[in-house]
């Protein structure tokens, strides 16, 4: 075992190891690869980002501010303070003076009809025209105040109130209260041009904006999920730029104490950093890193580079000019450590299944040996006792004769005794050779044209004054009529004398055995049947193995070699026959030996068999 086993655990453990090995190579060569790709795509990313700095209208560029005294100017931040020429702000104070204050709507829509026709610029014919649909609205008017809110809302998208609000949202949400198929194809196209044109808008007009899709686009629920989701966009974008402001201190210090120029910020991530310089102040860049990141990627080999999520703990670092960011990089899809892993695998699993089966084959061997070398041991011990038994018998016989004076009845009782011993002696010795022979295979018959009821008789005849002193009854029944056939006689009187002598061992109290010769088809079946103890149907088997005995707490008893049912079935099998059993415990054992008998007008010829 050790001399098979420890190889072979060499063996593994050197695959294993071997393994081990190529998967810290191939990590290793993995991490490296990952860095390369992550160095070239900085540079490619740094060569990007340099092009939007020197051309901020980059569609890339979510928006673009003023850093001033430290602070972020978002691009809305005091656009909408002062909408309205002094004339128009006056005569729209009035006008709301009669409105809200004596009450007098028909002196408030006069007066606003008036600065109406007077205004000269958009930003103050929109705000009067508001605040006349307004009042229109109040008087029941209503159908002077929807055409009032209709020519509202072709105003520009940048005319807007003190909020930031564009005018015409006001005019989309008043419309959407009874709307025609006009309004509706209006305000949807309103609603298209601002998500197209994503202008400067505050958060509060988004807001607005978000409250007048729904109805916009109610019949049509894909372009309505499609409005949601770019008012959705544009709200997370404005939300976004309020937080970058609020860090913005933070930011300035960074790019005082680095020489790095961008930074991340957000989920999902925006790259800031500085612009070029502006009578305000310098110009903060926000860029979309998804987008960036795309373009930069594009023209590099082993797939595209994707910006990791803020707090990841895997990907590769950009390095020094993008503190804190990092980029997933796929790996490679090189199949040759794949298939070299595969390969000592399958090795191992290899030597593993050899190993296995040596030692399985071992253990079987080791196994049937130490059985063979029980079975000679026991063999040993019955051979003794077998022989010790018969040249007990004649040597106390022989010394009866020699010691006293007998008459002649018993010296001729003793006489037989001592010669059925001698030949019992010899039968034991006779198994013992023939055995011999056949484990060498120089066993052979000489067979001659013989009758087979001479050989039964003969057999029964050997055995008939031992089984008579011992008070058995053998009855013989032989077909004298079945031809001659060819046969060791003497080697198939030994197979008969052997079922004979099992049936005396195994009759038990029974004292009858029946040998019967006749013909079954094309076959002589010579039967030997006894009343004995019979033989269990799971041992039957096995009773023609050499040395085995069946186990039991009678059989242990009886003297035996267990070679007499080995050469009964050898002898049968070299004539070309057959030994069947039938038996069952406590019901006896009945043993046939079935020879082929010869076809009718077939010579019979002499021959040597083995």
């Not at 673009?64 to 128009?88: E, F, H, I, K, N």
């Not at 002196?107 to 610029?121: D, M, N, P, V």
């Amino acid at each position: 075992m050790l001399a098979i086993a420890l190889p072979c655990l060499g063996v593994v453990g050197l695959g294993v190891r071997l393994i081990v090995e190529q998967d810290e190579l191939a990590q290793k060569r993995a991490g490296d690869e990952r860095r390369l790709r992550a160095s070239d795509f900085e540079h490619a990313l740094v060569t990007r980002l340099e092009d939007i700095r020197r051309h901020p209208d980059s569609p890339a560029v979510m928006f673009t501010a003023v850093l001033s005294d430290d602070r972020l100017v978002l691009p809305w931040d005091g656009l909408y303070q002062q909408l309205l020429t002094p004339a128009a702000r006056q005569a729209l104070t009035a006008a709301e003076r009669e409105e809200f204050a004596a009450g007098r709507l028909e002196s408030a829509q006069s007066q606003l009809r008036t600065a109406l026709e007077a205004a000269q610029i958009g930003g103050d014919a929109a705000s009067l025209r508001l605040a006349l649909a307004r009042v229109l609205a109040k008087q029941s008017r209503r159908a002077e105040a929807i055409d009032q809110y209709r020519t509202l809302l072709d105003t520009a998208v940048d005319i807007a109130d003190e909020n930031g609000i564009p005018l015409a949202f006001y005019a989309a949400e008043r419309l959407e209260e009874a709307p025609t198929s006009s309004d509706v194809e209006a305000i949807t196209a309103l609603i298209d041009q601002v998500l197209a044109k994503r202008p400067r808008l505050p958060p509060a007009a988004w807001y607005e904006l978000r409250t007048i899709v729904p109805r916009a686009a109610a019949a049509n629920a894909a372009r309505l999920a499609a409005m949601k989701a770019g008012v959705d966009r544009q709200i997370a974008d404005v939300e976004h730029a309020l937080a970058l402001q609020r860090d913005a201190p933070s930011l300035v210090a960074q790019w005082k104490s680095s020489n790095s120029l961008w930074f991340g910020h957000g989920e999902p991530p925006w790259l800031v950093g500085l612009g070029p310089n502006t009578p305000a102040g310098p110009l903060v860049l926000a860029v979309d890193a998804r987008a960036v990141t795309d373009a930069a990627s594009a023209g590099l080999a082993g797939g595209p580079v994707t910006m990791a999520p803020s707090g990841s703990v895997d990907g590769e670092w950009l390095g020094d000019r993008f503190p804190g960011l990092k980029v997933t990089v796929p790996e490679s899809s090189d199949s040759a450590p794949t298939l070299q892993r595969a390969f000592y695998l399958a090795g191992l699993v290899t030597v593993a299944v050899i190993t296995l089966l040596g030692a399985y084959l071992l253990l079987r061997d080791v196994r049937r040996d130490m059985q063979l070398a029980e079975l000679r041991s026991q063999f040993v011990s019955s051979v003794s006792h077998e022989l010790k038994t018969p040249l007990t018998a004649i040597r106390l016989f022989a010394e009866t004769l020699q010691s006293t004076r007998a008459d002649a009845r018993m010296r001729a009782d003793y006489l037989d005794t001592i010669v059925n011993e001698s030949e019992r002696l010899t039968r034991l010795l006779d198994n013992i050779l023939d055995f011999s022979r056949i484990e060498q295979g120089r066993k052979a018959y000489r067979t001659e044209p013989a009758s087979l009821a001479a050989i039964v008789n003969a057999a029964a005849r050997g055995l008939g004054y031992p089984l008579e002193q011992q008070g058995f009854l053998i009855t013989v029944d032989a077909d004298e009529t079945l031809p001659p056939i060819a046969v060791d006689a003497d080697a198939l009187q030994q197979a008969i004398v052997n079922l004979l002598t099992n049936a005396v061992k195994y009759s038990g109290r029974a004292r009858t055995i029946d040998v019967r010769l006749a013909r079954d088809g094309d076959e002589a079946v010579i039967s030997v049947r006894d009343a004995g103890i019979g033989i269990a149907r799971a041992d039957q088997p096995r009773i023609f193995e050499r040395f085995y005995r069946v186990a039991g707490p009678y059989t242990d008893r009886i003297p035996g070699t267990g070679l007499g049912l080995t050469i009964v079935d050898h002898i049968v099998h070299a004539h070309g026959g057959r030994v069947v059993v039938d038996s069952e415990p406590g019901r006896g054992s009945t043993f046939s030996i079935r020879l082929p008998l010869p076809a009718a007008g077939r010579p019979i010829a002499a021959e040597a068999v083995s």
